[in-house]
C-alpha cells in the first residue's frame, strides 16, 4: 500500500521568510495530492492539492510542486505570517474518492 | 465546500463505556471517512462509511470496536465502544465532495476524547 514520507518535523521561521516542506510517496499509482493546515483543537483545513496532470500550482502565497517521477512533492509557503503557525500534512491517493495517505505532519512556527 | 459538523466537540469517559460520536454534513455527499488521530500524531483511516451498507473497515480496525452507521447521505455515527485509555485520540470525519468537477476531501472538527 501507499506509504508517505515528510519532512521536517518541526521548522521554524522568521516572520517574512519562506518555509519548504518535501513529501515523497511509494505508489506510483497515485494521483492526488493535497495539503492540510490543522491549527490547534481544530480540524485539518485544505490548503491546496495537486493533480499528478500539473506540475506546480500556486495559490497566492502558497504554492504545491509533484514530481512523479520522483514521487516526490513540495508545499512552499512565501512571507509567512504568524497566522501561519500550524502543523501541515501531506497526503496522497488515487482519487479524492478515496482514503487519505497521510505524511507524519510538520509544525511551523512562525516568530514575529 | 461542504458544512461537517460533530457531536460532541469533546468527551471525558471512563474506562469500559462507549461514545457515539455524530457526523452532519449540510449536503449530500457520495463518500464518509471517520479517521482517529492519536495525540500528537497523523490521521489513520478507520473506516469508509456506506451509505445503506456495511462499513469498509481498514487494517486493524474492527467493526465491534468501532460500529459506524450511515443511514443517509448527510450522515454517519462511529461508537468507540469498551473503551480503554489507549482509545484517547481525536475522531475525525471526512468527506468526499465534488468541487468544479474534481473530488476533494473535507474534514469536520472533529472529536476529542480522554478515556480515563
Known amino acids: 500500500g501507499e506509504n508517505v514520507e515528510q519532512h521536517p518535523s518541526t521548522l521554524s521561521v522568521q516572520e517574512g521568510d519562506s518555509a519548504v516542506i518535501k513529501c515523497t510517496y511509494s505508489?506510483?499509482?497515485?494521483?492526488?495530492f493535497p495539503w492540510y493546515k490543522q491549527e490547534l483543537g481544530k480540524g485539518p483545513q485544505l490548503i491546496i492539492d495537486i493533480r499528478s496532470n500539473v506540475g506546480e500550482k500556486k495559490d497566492q502565497r502558497i504554492a504545491v510542486t509533484l514530481n512523479k517521477t520522483a514521487k516526490h512533492f513540495s508545499l512552499h509557503i512565501t512571507e509567512t505570517q504568524p497566522e501561519d503557525s500550524a502543523v501541515y500534512f501531506c497526503?496522497?491517493?488515487?482519487?479524492?474518492?478515496?482514503?487519505?495517505?497521510f505524511g507524519t505532519g510538520t509544525r511551523l512556527l512562525v516568530s514575529p | 465546500s461542504a458544512v461537517i459538523s460533530q457531536k460532541p466537540s469533546r468527551d471525558i469517559c471512563q474506562r469500559g463505556t462507549s461514545l457515539t460520536i455524530q457526523c452532519q454534513v449540510d449536503?449530500?455527499?457520495?463518500?464518509m471517512f471517520w479517521y482517529r488521530q492519536q495525540p500528537g500524531q497523523s490521521l489513520t483511516l478507520i473506516a469508509t462509511?456506506?451509505?445503506?451498507?456495511?462499513?469498509?473497515?481498514e487494517s486493524g480496525f474492527v467493526i465491534d470496536k468501532f460500529p459506524i452507521s450511515r443511514p443517509n447521505l448527510t450522515f454517519s455515527t462511529l461508537t468507540v465502544s469498551n473503551m480503554s485509555p489507549e482509545d484517547s485520540s481525536i475522531y475525525l470525519c471526512?468527506?468526499?465532495?465534488?468541487?468544479?468537477?474534481?473530488?476533494?476531501?473535507?474534514f469536520g472538527p472533529g472529536t476529542r476524547l480522554l478515556v480515563l
Open positions: 471526512s468527506v468526499a465532495w465534488r468541487d468544479r468537477g474534481r473530488e476533494t476531501q473535507y
Open positions: 462509511a456506506n451509505q445503506g451498507s456495511e462499513a469498509t473497515y
Open positions: 449536503s449530500q455527499v457520495t463518500m
Open positions: 497526503a496522497a491517493t488515487l482519487t479524492g474518492f478515496q482514503k487519505l495517505v
Open positions: 505508489d506510483s499509482a497515485s494521483n492526488y
